[in-house]
């Protein structure tokens, strides 16, 4: 019987073991793997430089800083729309529109434009501002947004999103600023981000800003501040998981048409088409950005 016993208790321990073994955590990130935390300057001492600018001058989209992506469905969001190669967009008397059109097109019924920046112009840090007039049709859902050009710490959403801002039309002058992380991202619920009323966002021109140093992102409307993305704030060592925002991104400008967000009241019948304008795309290099980065303790 002690035999048996001794044999179990041993046996026991060493499944113990293994277990153990098979699902050791692994270490807390050490202080030189913490990301977006540890820099020490002053807001108000910062100073910008215009390094790249998009005024959209001329009868045609500059191809120089747009490429067109195309495809139906809205890459996983269910939208509704087909995105053309550049026929929903347009330029004239110095302002971008990019349209959505009820239309049959490739087994779509609404066409409408995606541009991005990928490969033309992609920068890491420093302010953007947009000058941009929405939508304002039910299921509408415009953007101003940015992604990874490299995509280093993974697929989406590992490797981040910038929503400079987002437009649905069934909520008439409100606006969203949102990032998107590996921990934080809407698939889970827990994206981090704003909403904002401001009037007449379908009728008037405003001032779409962000500010995007190593340590926080910034949000401003017309020139006034809203919300800064922090992560530094509230934990002690983030990690790519909080803060995947030191590579290049690109600009992406899209208006869709349904999917998950957009669509999730209903989609308008008639009042097609639906146009968003954009007036001007300024980026803006720091001009303390390498005594910033140099801070880092």
Known sequence: MKTRLTVLIIGLLLSSLSACTKEDPKPDPTPSNCKGDGYTYNLDDLTYTLSWAEEFDGTTVNLSNWQYETGASGWGNNELQYYTPGENASVSDGLLSISIRKEAYKGANFTSTRMVSRDRFEFRYGK??????????????????????????????????????????????????????????????????????????????????????????????????????????????????QWPFDQDFYLILNTAVGGDWGGSRGVAETGWPQTMQVDYIRVYEVDQLQAILDSKK
């Not at 827990?190 to 500010?211: C, K, L, M, R, S």
């Not at 926080?216 to 017309?222: E, K």
Request: proline share 6%; charged share 20%.
């Open 128 to 241: 953007v501002e947009v000058r941009a007039k929405m939508p304002e049709l039910l299921g509408t859902w415009a953007a101003i947004w940015m992604m990874p050009a490299s995509s280093n710490y993974g697929t989406w959403p590992k490797s981040g999103e910038i929503d400079i801002m987002e437009y649905v039309g069934y909520e008439p002058d409100r606006v969203y600023g949102t990032v998107h992380t590996d921990s934080y991202n809407h698939k889970e619920g827990t994206q981090q981000g704003f909403n904002a009323t401001i009037q007449n966002v379908a009728d008037e021109f405003h001032t779409y800003t962000i500010e995007w140093l190593p340590d926080q992102i910034r949000y401003y409307i017309d020139g006034q501040y809203y919300w800064k993305f922090n992560p530094g704030l509230f934990l002690n060592c983030p990690i790519y998981k």
